[in-house]
């Protein structure tokens, strides 16, 4: 199946730092989540976005539907220790069945104090 | 206390042998999925069900066999013919095909 292309692939960071990550496709999305995994634990889903354009935010995390429909971003503003983890974005392709979701590789985040 | 459960959250088994992990969910979804997840790797769909009594081969079947003969419950089993069994599964639900989708807390299969 086909997977997402999610950038960056790791990032370091600093507390208080802002953070943005992005996930683009080559076909079009009715739907993007964005979910967060720590290790060894299962993802929990933090937005999930239905429209093409909507802008969602979840305290200090915001993500957006590009307007293509191709694309999604999750931006992290104020970062804290606790945000370290995996971030994945997942998404409905237009095409094909409903149940289906593509995930994206995920974005390794780490913050140091 | 709404949720998923895996169980167990670890499990070892040597070669050859067939193992079940379970998933059970009180949330009153009718949709449930198995996904596979290797170190570095993003969640492949082992297999998927809409409803009970029903269920649909994901992109990387082989191996695996499931049922779904309630809806609270979706057991998968890792058959000795899967050839690289030692991963992560996850479980998850949602409230209906093509609505966000919720994971368990999954378990790390060791096989060797």
């Known amino acids: 199946g086909q997977q997402l292309n999610q950038s960056p692939q790791s990032m370091f960071i600093q507390e208080g730092e802002d953070v943005s990550m992005n996930c683009t496709s080559s076909?079009?999305?009715?739907?993007w989540l964005w979910y967060k995994q720590d290790p060894g634990e299962g993802p929990v889903l933090l937005i999930a976005l239905y429209k093409a354009g909507e802008l969602t935010s979840n305290g200090r995390l915001t993500a957006q539907f590009g307007i293509t429909r191709k694309d999604s971003f999750l931006n992290i503003s104020a970062s804290i220790p606790s945000d370290v983890g995996i971030y994945f974005c997942?998404?409905?392709?237009?095409?094909?069945?409903?149940?289906?979701?593509?995930f994206g590789t995920g974005t390794r985040l780490q913050v140091t104090l | 206390d709404g949720g998923i459960t895996q169980s167990p959250k670890y499990l070892f088994r040597k070669e050859g042998q067939n193992v079940t992990l379970s998933c059970e969910q009180n949330?009153?979804?009718?949709?449930m999925y198995w996904y596979r997840q290797d170190p570095g790797q993003g969640l492949r769909l082992i297999y998927y069900?809409?409803?009970?009594?029903?269920?649909q081969k994901g992109d990387i079947a082989e191996g695996y066999s499931v049922s779904r003969e309630k809806k609270e419950s979706f057991p998968l089993t890792v058959t000795s013919a899967q050839k690289n069994p030692t991963a992560f599964y996850l479980c998850?639900?949602?409230?209906?095909?093509?609505?966000?989708?919720?994971f368990g807390p999954g378990t790390r299969l060791t096989v060797t």
């Open positions: 076909s079009i999305f009715n739907t």
């Open positions: 069900s809409q409803i009970v009594n029903d269920f």
């Open positions: 998850a639900t949602s409230l209906d095909p093509g609505y966000e989708q919720y």
């Open positions: 949330l009153n979804h009718d949709a």
């Open positions: 997942a998404g409905q392709p237009i095409t094909g069945t409903a149940s289906k979701l593509t």
